[in-house]
């Protein structure tokens, strides 16, 4: 039983393309983390969301707490932003529950 | 220089081998995690420290024992590695919210 569930799991866009991440959850929680894996491993924060919409360069999060659903938005994608996008997130409790991971390849 | 670091890198290993992976942070934070990627699991959580004197086992944790050395030191280990542990492990930090902190990561093989 995976409690967050992310769509696509692969995804190959041509540079310049609006590009959207799909992210599900079962659990009820306060917030959601959005993270960013580069090729060579490394995991990195994007976007905590609890409501509503952020916006950080050409990547831009939403989220409905109410729908149990938060998308992930990247425009005018660029090859740089080829990378594994992970959501996450932390019900009442202590421990933090992670998507699979959406493979993301944009081609010049 | 970054808050959160593992050492090793990278470690090949046979089959039988006690093998420790450390972990060190900077941000001040009393909760680390261990975890561990394999291809297409996502991140799989092993243990779980909220301080000093509390440790935590978490889905996967068999084969593994960890150490909490001190509040900046989150240590794990395989006692006698097997070929299945072969993955990427990460140690995390957070201060008790919704975010995490990743280290770098530590490639392992265990042959």
């Known amino acids: 039983k995976n409690e967050v569930e992310q769509s696509p799991q692969n995804l190959t866009a041509q540079e310049g393309e609006f590009i959207t991440i799909n992210c599900s959850y079962s659990?009820?929680?306060?917030?959601l983390h959005w993270l960013q894996q580069h090729p060579g491993g490394g995991i990195v924060s994007l976007f905590m969301?609890?409501?509503g919409k952020k916006k950080h360069g050409r990547l831009i999060a939403t989220i409905n707490i109410q729908e149990k659903h938060s998308s992930l938005h990247i425009t005018a994608s660029h090859p740089r932003d080829s990378a594994v996008y992970i959501c996450?997130?932390?019900?009442?409790?202590?421990?933090?529950?992670f998507g699979t991971g959406t493979s993301l390849t944009v081609i010049p | 220089d970054a808050d959160v670091t593992q050492t090793p890198r990278n470690r090949i290993t046979k089959t039988g081998k006690r093998i420790m992976l450390e972990c060190s942070q900077t941000?001040?934070?009393?909760?680390m995690y261990w975890y561990r990627q394999d291809p297409g699991l996502g991140l799989r959580l092993i243990y779980y420290?909220?301080?000093?004197?509390?440790?935590n086992k978490g889905e996967i944790s068999d084969g593994y024992s960890v150490s909490r050395q001190a509040q900046a030191k989150f240590s794990l280990s395989l006692e006698s590695a097997i070929p299945n542990q072969t993955a990427l492990y990460f140690c995390?930090?957070?201060?008790?919210?919704?975010?995490?902190?990743f280290g770098p990561g530590t490639r392992l093989t265990v042959t």
């Open positions: 995390a930090t957070s201060n008790g919210g919704y975010e995490q902190y």
């Open positions: 659990v009820g929680i306060s917030a």
């Open positions: 969301l609890s409501s």
């Open positions: 996450a997130v932390r019900p009442t409790g202590n421990q933090f529950y």
């Open positions: 941000k001040g934070h009393d909760r």
């Open positions: 420290s909220f301080d000093v004197k509390d440790i």
